[in-house]
Structure formats: C-alpha cells, structure tokens
T-cell receptor
Framework: EDKVVQSPLSLVVHEGDTVTLNCSYE??????LLWYKQEKKAPTFLFML????IEKKSGRLSSILDKKELFSILNITATQTGDSAIYLC????????????FGKGTHLIIQP | NAGVTQTPKFRVLKTGQSMTLLCAQD?????MYWYRQDPGMGLRLIHY???????AKGEVPDGYNVSRLKKQNFLLGLESAAPSQTSVYFC????????????FGEGSRLTVL
C-alpha cells in the first residue's frame, strides 16, 4: 500500500520566520511528488518534482526531492500571514491512472 | 474561466437518503477524480475515471457510485447516506496520467444526520 507521511502535522511560527515542511513516501513505481497549498477551499498547485536534487523555486517558496532517501521538503522563507494554510504533499505512483496519494497535510499558522 | 465546478456546495441529508454530487470541467480533461477530505485524514480517493464511459474504484469506494456519461461531467452518488459519509468532497481533473497536477473544484460539504 502506498504511503505518504508529512511532518509536522501542525506548526505555529511568527511572521518573518523560515519554515521547513517534510514529506516522506513509500510507494511502488514512483513517478512524481507534488505540493499543494490549501487555504479555505480547493487545493492549489505549488510544485511538481520528478528528479532528485533539482530545486524548484517560486518566490519565497522552494522545494527539493531526494529519491534515494524518499523524501521532499518545502521551505518557506520570510513567512507572511498569508502563508497560513494546510500544505499537502502528494505522490503519483503505480502503473495506472489512479490519481495521487496524499499525506495528511501540515497545518501552518503564521502569527503576526 | 470556470475550470472545475461542483454542485451543490453544501448539503444536509438524513441517514438513508440519497443524493448526487455533480462535477463539471471545461478543460477537456480525460481524467476525473472524486476525493473526500476528513479532519486528520488528508485527501482519500473514492472513485476515478480515465475517460468517458469508464470508472474505477479508489481507496475508499464503499457506499458510493459514480458515472461518466459525458467527458466533461463526473457524478458521485450516495444511494443510502450514512453519518460516516459526512465529509468535504473534492472533484479534480487532469489532462492525462503521468502529468501529476490535478485541478480541483472548490469542494462540497456534506453532512449526514
């Protein structure tokens, strides 16, 4: 059974801090790992990672994948209150088209 | 620019009642999915479809049925609702497999009393 584990499950930091969110996985036939941000409604796409060691970056957010150790991290620097959200890690695996396996999410709260 | 649209957005049912959630996408995507999201459980796949006329079971299919009669629509049915089906339901679509990114609707909150 495919498994995606995120840590921590919740995190409270102050505005301006840097945070690192973790995602480890155990899946058969890994294809890609994705990060989503979920505020009040639909998850919105952040990054898709398929290759080890190549950092993806968007503004203050960055992510990297380690396919040997089977994990990914999502970094957010100079956090702002608008970064408060649930961050979801998901893995696409297998040989069919059965969607993504999601972790439970990290609930990030940024305090002013 | 509609993307993925779910109706209804909220619904309250009594145990044993039936209902259908409708998902419509205007991106000409082949693949469509229904997930449920419960506190502390993340998103879990209920059923999915790889094209018009096809459906397949996901991780938690029991108590649900689906149909994909038209490419743009994916229906999720509850024949006899149970309190355990109280959840937020998300529909998603993608162009194909191996593309990774899913496009999500805004969710439908269902409460079963």
């Amino acid at each position: 059974e495919d498994k995606v584990v995120q840590s921590p499950l919740s995190l409270v930091v102050h505005e301006g801090d840097t945070v690192t969110l973790n995602c480890s996985y155990e899946v058969t036939n890994f294809r890609s790992l994705l990060w989503y941000k979920q505020e009040k409604k639909a998850p919105t796409f952040l990054f898709m990672l398929t290759s080890s060691g190549i950092e993806k970056k968007s503004g203050r957010l960055s992510s990297i994948l380690d396919k040997k150790e089977l994990f990914s991290i999502l970094n957010i620097t100079a956090t702002q209150t608008g970064d408060s959200a649930i961050y979801l890690c998901a893995v696409e695996a297998g040989w069919g088209a059965d969607g993504l396996t999601f972790g439970k999410g990290t609930h990030l709260i940024i305090q002013p | 620019n509609a993307g993925v649209t779910q109706t209804p957005k909220f619904r309250v049912l009594k145990t044993g009642q039936s209902m259908t959630l409708l998902c419509a996408q205007d991106m000409n995507h082949e693949y469509m999915y229904w997930y449920r999201q419960d506190p502390g459980m993340g998103l879990r796949l209920i059923h999915y479809s790889v094209g018009e006329g096809t459906t397949a079971k996901g991780e938690v299919p029991d108590g649900y049925n689906v149909s994909r009669l038209k490419k743009q629509n994916f229906l999720l049915g509850l024949e006899s609702a149970a309190p355990s089906q109280t959840s937020v339901y998300f529909c998603a679509s993608s162009y194909g497999s191996h593309t990774g990114e899913l496009f999500f609707g805004e969710g439908s909150r269902l409460t079963v009393l």
